[in-house]
């Protein structure tokens, strides 16, 4: 069994498209666990009628994060509202877990956009996960994986950073398990950051937290803006 944490503020629109592709999956053994920002659309209601756990609190998706771990039963899954899995992804993943011993993990990400300058974007992302994950452990927040026993060990996400929590969490992770990237299989998600904040926009965004965190790994407060919810 595993648990499926969700963060979510107003999803009503993306959320359906991840809850069915789970649906489909062939892999049934885990609980859904949707942690919403008090949305004010129909997020929690499509999060019911699929047969999710709902739970509410405020916030930015690291508190998303660390409050759905927190009521997990087993060992954690994160993904985003707006991911797509694709066939069999469950399985697969969870089979190359079981094979290579690992105690976290992360897989590639591909958009669901033919854009270039989109495509470019996460191909660069992906590239950087893989190349550096022995000395400078990073996860994808769209999908990544954690023991549960590891994320109390760190005690659970830091709260107050707000974009890129998920990579400070596997910096700080990683000293107590097995962390790889899966790197044959991958999960498909929304453009839309990018496409409405840019591609130069959303590169900094990503890169300038990591910069900072390579010269102090410690640091624990935040870096850039993070808009949350506002990508319709």
Known sequence: MISIVIPTFNEERYLPLLLESIKKQSFKNYEIIVSDR?????????????????????GSPNKGRDAGARKAKYDILFLEADDIL???????????????NLDLATCFVRPCS???????????????VFLF????????????????????????FRLNIT????????????????????HNLYICTSPRRIEKIGFVSRLW??????????????????????EHGGFR
């Open 86 to 100: 694709p066939e069999n992804f469950l399985q697969e993943f969870f089979l190359c877990i079981k094979k290579q």
């Open 163 to 182: 974009h890129g929590g998920e990579n400070d969490y596997a910096l700080r992770a990683k000293k107590y398990g097995r962390f790889r990237v899966i």
């Open 114 to 128: 033919n854009k270039f300058s989109i495509r470019l974007f996460y191909l660069l992302k992906n590239l950087g």
């Open 38 to 58: 008090y949305s004010k659309d129909k997020t929690r209601e499509i999060a019911r009628n699929y047969g999710c756990s709902v739970i509410l609190r405020t």
């Open 133 to 156: 994950q022995k000395h400078y452990t990073h996860v994808h927040g769209q999908c990544f994986f954690s023991k549960k026993e590891i994320f109390y060990c760190v005690n659970g």
């Open 205 to 226: 965004k990503a890169i300038y937290p990591e910069i900072v965190r390579f010269f102090n790994r410690d640091i624990n407060k935040e870096l850039v803006e993070y």
